[in-house]
T-cell receptor, first 114, second 114 residues
Framework: DAGVTQSPTHLIKTRGQQVTLRCSPK?????VSWYQQALGQGPQFIFQ???????QRGNFPDRFSGHQFPNYSSELNVNALLLGDSALYLCASSFWTADNSPLHFGNGTRLTVT | GDSVTQMEGPVTLSEEAFLTINCTYTATGYPSLFWYVQYPGEGLQLLLKATKADDKGSNKGFEATYRKETTSFHLEKGSVQVSDSAVYFC?????????????FGTGTKLQVIP
């Protein structure tokens, strides 16, 4: 049973560029959430997708956007990269219909912006 | 808004010592509470949870009790092992914000020495 998989594992980009991160949820899960984890900090909620729609959004600018595909996989896009976007980006999957459904996390994508 | 405050680390203990990691929270509604653990090189995984006042979550010898009167959810273990070395995150999900949005603390690094 495959867990949450993310790609790539590491990425180096230059300020102003755009980046796309990818996530495949745990088998059977229908909801994908994205989190940003800065060094030494806890994960911060970016947004969540269910049925190919953004359902909730955290306090992140519009430069951060996403997409969910019919097979429940998801992409996180960040435009006009800033140095402060350097972080570990975590994808988490869960069941939409279950209250308090625990999040299952991938190992993350380490983004470095230079 | 919702927030989680946990004790700063790192916490260094000898094997078989007693562990307490303090966690307090602020929430708009009546949240569910969680402890997640991040082992070196791995993604976050759920350690335990509690969904209502006075509930005790437990797993792998770890315990935490939901204390509504003190808005706390302290993590305890009677006898730690070297394999418990990891970063521990206290977290909450608030029904007023949608259960799927999880707010995390900053994490507490635990190092257990033989």
């Amino acid at each position: 049973d495959a867990g949450v998989t993310q790609s790539p594992t590491h990425l180096i980009k230059t300020r102003g560029q755009q980046v796309t991160l990818r996530c495949s949820p745990k088998s059977g899960h229908d909801t994908v959430s994205w989190y940003q984890q800065a060094l030494g900090q806890g994960p911060q909620f970016i947004f969540q997708y269910y049925e190919e729609e953004e359902r909730q959004r955290g306090n992140f600018p519009d430069r951060f956007s996403g997409h969910q595909f019919p097979n429940y996989s998801s992409e996180l896009n960040v435009n006009a990269l800033l140095l402060g976007d350097s972080a570990l980006y975590l994808c988490a999957s869960s069941f939409w219909t279950a209250d308090n459904s625990p999040l299952h996390f991938g190992n993350g994508t380490r983004l470095t912006v230079t | 808004g919702d927030s989680v405050t946990q004790m700063e680390g790192p916490v260094t203990l000898s094997e078989e010592a007693f562990l307490t990691i303090n966690c307090t929270y602020t929430a708009t509604g009546y949240p569910s509470l969680f402890w997640y653990v991040q082992y070196p090189g791995e993604g976050l995984q759920l350690l335990l949870k509690a969904t209502k006042a006075d509930d005790k979550g437990s797993n792998k010898g770890f315990e935490a009790t939901y204390r509504k009167e003190t808005t706390s959810f302290h993590l305890e273990k009677g006898s730690v092992q070297v394999s418990d070395s990891a970063v521990y995150f206290c977290a909450l999900s608030d029904p007023t914000g949608g259960y799927q949005k999880v707010t995390f603390g900053t994490g507490t690094k635990l190092q257990v020495i033989p």
